[in-house]
T-cell receptor, first 113, second 113 residues
């Protein structure tokens, strides 16, 4: 079963606006990762945040992690039509022997030009 | 381009049949992961191999098996196929055994008729 819940399930915004997606998870983690998936394609890694980090930036992306609330958020600033995709959070559980990712349901982002 | 190659891209077969999906990891990566993506189950981890050895196992059905060869490519074998096995199957790779970003192939779309 999936560990993460993402909110909202779908988000529609205008180009230039910011998009915020939230993710909650259930168990202790080593790290949390965000991925993007364009329709029918493979997932592309966006950013990894470790359990001892609270915030991380990469270009127009900002990720926060609150381990006390078991939640994370992904902010995309100044969105572009090319950002239209599904976004998934994925956790690596603390008990993990390997590196398996446990994915949330995803947020479908639509950026209108 | 992630550097992960999956073949074939599409596979159409009938119930009861057996298929083999192939994955070549990114050059230098030792870990290979298999995931299944379907509308009702979302993205589910199946199995991980690291340098030829099984490292972690998810909710992989007994009808499914995988292996990683000395040249590090991997195959996922699905047998006694059922309609519910129709899904996108992704392979991903990472440099080491875990806690790193994973690089995904574009997947094999399996359709069971």
């Amino acid at each position: 079963s999936q560990q993460g819940e993402e909110d909202p399930q779908a988000l529609s915004i205008q180009e230039g606006e910011n998009a915020t997606m939230n993710c909650s998870y259930k168990t202790s983690i080593n790290n949390l990762q965000w991925y993007r998936q364009n329709s029918g394609r493979g997932l592309v890694h966006l950013i990894l945040i470790r359990s001892n980090e609270r915030e991380k930036h990469s270009g127009r992306l900002r990720v926060t992690l609150d381990t006390s609330k078991k939640s994370s958020s992904l902010l995309i600033t100044a969105s572009r039509a090319a950002d239209t995709a599904s976004y998934f959070c994925a956790t690596v559980p603390h008990y993990n022997q390997g590196g398996k990712l446990i994915f949330g349901q995803g947020t479908e982002l639509s950026v209108k030009p | 381009d992630s550097g992960v190659t999956q073949t074939p891209k599409h596979l159409i077969t009938a119930t009861g049949q057996r298929v083999t999906l192939r994955c070549s990891p990114r050059s230098g990566d030792l870990s290979v992961y298999w995931y299944q993506q379907s509308l009702d189950q979302g993205l589910q981890f199946l199995i991980q191999y690291y340098n030829g050895e099984e490292r972690a196992k998810g909710n992989i059905l007994e009808r499914f098996s995988a292996q990683q060869f000395p040249d590090l490519h991997s195959e996922l074998n699905l047998s006694s196929l059922e309609l519910g096995d129709s899904a996108l199957y992704f392979c991903a790779s990472s440099a080491t055994a875990g806690n790193q970003p994973q690089h995904f192939g574009d997947g094999t779309r399996l359709s069971i008729l």
